[in-house]
């Protein structure tokens, strides 16, 4: 039992803290994103997307958040590998709408940052290295392999070559330095919250000797 208490105050298993409902809310407002840009960019812009292949790699999201909220209750607490693999999902989900819309010729390509900064925030080192390696891996094949931008006119949209190294460095440099920061920010948060929770346990237990003394 002791073991137990030492572990849980040290943090260990914070990778299973976040409920299956945040991870849920999350996916919501990002399938919800996808959608409007998605009609946006068609209706608005007047951009010729491959529409019935976007919607159905939102769909996927969609029936995997609507299975989750029936077969588990809202109150489960993932554990790290199902958070890895919710996170995971969501990165390459992105990834597979990016490569329908342009690649990193699209602007929208900067959120791949999204699910390394939550893995960096709440999953071990292990799984933030991994969530970094297949983000980079993700960006760098959407370089060179994505369905173009096309107009009605059947025009191709397209930016200088350099521009797109330009936003493949960047979203790199990105990856490694937002994971990083988020990673040690939340460490010293942790290692604040032990110390504090180690401070009231010892608290509790000069207080409890006090009163048999007493």
Known sequence: ??????????????????KL??????????????ITAILVAQKLLGLDLELSLCMLVISVSVVGNLIAMFIFPESKRLSESENLLM??????????LLFLTG???????????????VSASALSLRSTLLMGLTAILAVTLLTEFHLPLRTEEGFILRIPQIFVFGNWIAIVIAVIFLGFYSRRVTVEMHAMSDALQATYMALSREQKLTDIGG
């Open 21 to 34: 409902r945040t991870i849920t809310l999350l996916r919501w407002a990002a399938i919800a994103g996808q």
């Open 103 to 117: 690649g990193l010729h699209n602007p929208f390509s900067i959120l791949i940052l999204g699910p390394v900064t």
């Open 1 to 18: 039992m002791a073991e137990t208490k030492f572990d849980v105050l040290k943090g260990r298993d914070r990778g299973s803290w976040i």
């Open 87 to 96: 996170v995971l999902f969501d990165l390459i989900q992105l990834s597979l």
